[in-house]
């Protein structure tokens, strides 16, 4: 199973960018799907999570109202969609999956990681 993440880039703040989250490989659904943002210095944190019935949960109050969790189970794709974006959201942003369905807010709870895409949010 693989997952590649992509959509990051260099926005100024205000901005918007949507991540998108790719799973393939044999016949896996992704159950649970999250996010995770790491910057520089700093540990690996939860951003959002998305069941395979769509429940969501976010982290930081700061994430709420700016950030939306979708998924298109047809295509194994789950999104990121970030809207007035703050410099402090400056990061490589992760997503991973669990095979439970269960969603999970710690890293050490997810089975399959992607590379990562950087997002960079100038002032």
């Known amino acids: 199973v693989q997952l590649q993440a992509s959509g990051g880039g260099l926005v100024q703040a205000g901005g918007s960018l949507r991540l998108s989250c790719v799973a393939s490989g044999k016949s896996f659904s992704m159950p649970a799907v999250g996010w995770f943002r790491q910057a520089p210095g700093k540990e690996r944190e939860f951003v959002a999570a998305?069941?395979?019935?769509?429940?969501?949960?976010y982290g930081e109050d700061s994430v709420k109202g700016r950030f939306t969790l979708t998924r298109d189970n047809a295509k194994n794709t789950v999104y990121l969609q970030m809207t007035n974006l703050k410099p402090e959201d400056t990061a490589v942003y992760y997503c991973a999956a669990r095979r439970a369905q269960v969603m999970g807010v710690q890293p050490n709870e997810y089975d399959y990681w992607g590379q990562g895409t950087l997002v960079t949010v100038s002032s």
């Open positions: 998305v069941s395979w019935s769509g429940g969501r949960i």
